[in-house]
Every structure is written in structure tokens, then in C-alpha cells.
């Protein structure tokens, strides 16, 4: 799997289905046993996060694929420490949709404003599932490829950092981990990736967990 190229990441993202919202894990039969199509979110491993009625805000994200000579890595960021909502957190580039602007345009966008990584420079190969957060964002995951050389510059008062993870790392099933913490007197669990001095969880770890499952899952359909 570490040797992967950006052609068959394509390849395996449009084998896996309709993009943008297939069935995630939880999906249960309906009384006339049609499919329940739930997108993925904090609610996989805590189902009472997910309330089907609430109105929720679309926004998107790129999963930056980096083609470098040693190997495919995702350029991911680590917020800065004052902002409000996910400080200091690790993140992809992404945002709310504003106005009548597309899913692709509005992650391209973001990823300029945040990044200063013009558009040019990326190439959109798919999309992950729709991942819906906590606080009420249904977020799509639109994954892009990058050649070096590019430019990054990034937006001071949002991006603390912008580092790269190598994809063998994210792909190795002794990388994910599943931990709980205690949130507003529950527990509630999940997922996370530690590399070295950077601590991936949360709605950016379940997206990696999707991008695992839609590269292997693909990869042993084909070897069936």
C-alpha cells in the first residue's frame, strides 16, 4: 500500500461509490429494507451526536496528496492557539461554503485563503464521504493532488503551521488509535493518529480513517 500513486488513489476513490455521501459504517436497514444512507461523522463512535433534524452547515475541505520522490505524504495544518473554535488543532485547509460557490470551489478557496496555495497547483482526483461535526457542519472532503514545486503561505492569524504526514504512516494499521475522553460529564470516544509531535484526531482523523478504509477496501476488491 506505501507505494501507491496518484493514480490509483483516483482509481480506488471512484470504485468506491457515488462520492460525497455513500453509506457510512452505521447504515441500518429502513422498514421497507431500503438502504439508510447516514454521512459519517462524530456520531460513528458516539451514536447520540447525530441528530437527524438538525440543520447543519455545508462546508468543504481538501485532502492534500503531496507527490514527493520518497513517497506520497498529506499536507495537513495545526491552527493557531487563539482562535475561538479547534485551537491549535490539526486540520486540513477548509470552510463553510459561502454563497452559491460548489463543494470544490469553496475547499480551493479556503486552501488560497488559509495556505496561500493557489488553485493552479492542485489537481481534484475525488472526494471522501460527507463527514457531519459535532458542532453542526457537513463537511466534504475533496482530495487534491500536488506536484512540487508549489508555494505556501501561510495566513498568520489562522495557521500556526503547515507540515506534511507521510501516507504510508496514515495507511499502517498500527497508527490509529481509539481513545476516550470525558466531554460535558460522558464518554466519548475517538480516533486519533499521533506522529511525533503532532496529535491528529478528532473530524480530521475520522476523514483519514474514511481515506484508509476507501484505499484498502478498494485495494482488496481488486485482488478478489
Not at 503551521?161 to 498500527?174: D, G, K, N, T
Amino acid at each position: 500500500m506505501s507505494g501507491l500513486t496518484i493514480q490509483e488513489i483516483a482509481s480506488r476513490l471512484a470504485a468506491a461509490g457515488t462520492p460525497g455521501r455513500r453509506a457510512s459504517p452505521e447504515a441500518s436497514p429502513s422498514s421497507d429494507f431500503s438502504p439508510v444512507y447516514l454521512p459519517r461523522g462524530d456520531h460513528d463512535l458516539n451514536p447520540d451526536f447525530y441528530d437527524p433534524a438538525r440543520r447543519l452547515i455545508p462546508a468543504a475541505v481538501l485532502v492534500p496528496i503531496v507527490e514527493r520522490p520518497a513517497g506520497l505524504s498529506l499536507l495537513l495544518t495545526r491552527r493557531t492557539d487563539h482562535l475561538d473554535v479547534h485551537a491549535g488543532q490539526i486540520s486540513f485547509p477548509g470552510g463553510r461554503v459561502e454563497g452559491d460557490e460548489g463543494l470544490e470551489a469553496a475547499a480551493l478557496r479556503e486552501t488560497e485563503e488559509e495556505v496561500g496555495l493557489p488553485r493552479q497547483y492542485i489537481r481534484l482526483i475525488g472526494m471522501l464521504d460527507t463527514y457531519v461535526t459535532r458542532t453542526g457542519f457537513e463537511v466534504t472532503p475533496v482530495v487534491g493532488a500536488i506536484s512540487p514545486p508549489f508555494p505556501v503561505v501561510p495566513d498568520s492569524f489562522e495557521v500556526a503551521e503547515v507540515f506534511e504526514v507521510p501516507l504510508s504512516f496514515i495507511l499502517a494499521p498500527s497508527s490509529l488509535q481509539r481513545h476516550i475522553r470525558v466531554f460535558q460529564g460522558k464518554e466519548r470516544q475517538f480516533y486519533a493518529f499521533p506522529h511525533g509531535d503532532y496529535y491528529i484526531w478528532g473530524a480530521t482523523a475520522g476523514m483519514l480513517v474514511n481515506l484508509v478504509q476507501v484505499l484498502t477496501d478498494s485495494a482488496a476488491a481488486a485482488d478478489d
